[in-house]
Nanobody, 123 residues
Framework: QVQLVASGGGLVQAGGSLRLSCAASGPTFSSYTVGWFRQTPGKEREFVAGISWSRNIYYADFVKGRFTTSRESAKNTVWLKMNSLKPEDTAVYYC?????????????????WGQGTQVTVSS
C-alpha cells in the first residue's frame, strides 16, 4: 500500500545545498519510519539518516552537522536537507519506509523503496 517517490537531486557545486523529498502514498505512511540511503558504484548501500513517526532522528557520522531530515505527516512527505555538500556525497539517494517505531540502519530492514534520485557534487 506504500509507494515512494524520491526527487530533488541534481548537480551542485561543492559547498552548495540540495533538498530531497520523499513523497508517499498510503493512509498509514505517517506511522512509518523513513530512512535515507545512498549508493555509489563499488560501494554498499549506506545509511544516511532516518526519522520515525515520533520524529526520533538518527544520522550517519559522515553527515552530522550538514544534513537534516524532517517530515510533514499531513502531506506524507519526508525531507532531507543537505548543506555543505562535498564531492564524496555524490551518489544515488534513496528513501525507504518501514512500519516500525525504531530507525534501523540496515537497508534490509526496510520493505518499501523509492526509485532513487541522483545527487552530483562537483569540485
Amino acid at each position: 500500500q506504500v509507494q515512494l517517490v524520491a526527487s530533488g537531486g541534481g548537480l551542485v557545486q561543492a559547498g552548495g545545498s540540495l533538498r530531497l523529498s520523499c513523497a508517499a502514498s498510503g493512509p498509514t505512511f505517517s506511522s512509518y519510519t523513513v530512512g535515507w540511503f545512498r549508493q555509489t558504484p563499488g560501494k554498499e548501500r549506506e545509511f544516511v539518516a532516518g526519522i520515525s513517526w515520533s520524529r526520533n532522528i538518527y544520522y550517519a557520522d559522515f553527515v552530522k552537522g550538514r544534513f537534516t531530515t524532517s517530515r510533514e505527516s499531513a502531506k506524507n512527505t519526508v525531507w532531507l536537507k543537505m548543506n555543505s555538500l562535498k564531492p564524496e556525497d555524490t551518489a544515488v539517494y534513496y528513501c525507504a519506509a518501514r512500519a516500525d517505531v525504531v530507525v534501523p540502519r540496515s537497508s534490509g530492514r526496510y520493505g518499501y523503496w523509492g526509485q532513487g534520485t541522483q545527487v552530483t557534487v562537483s569540485s
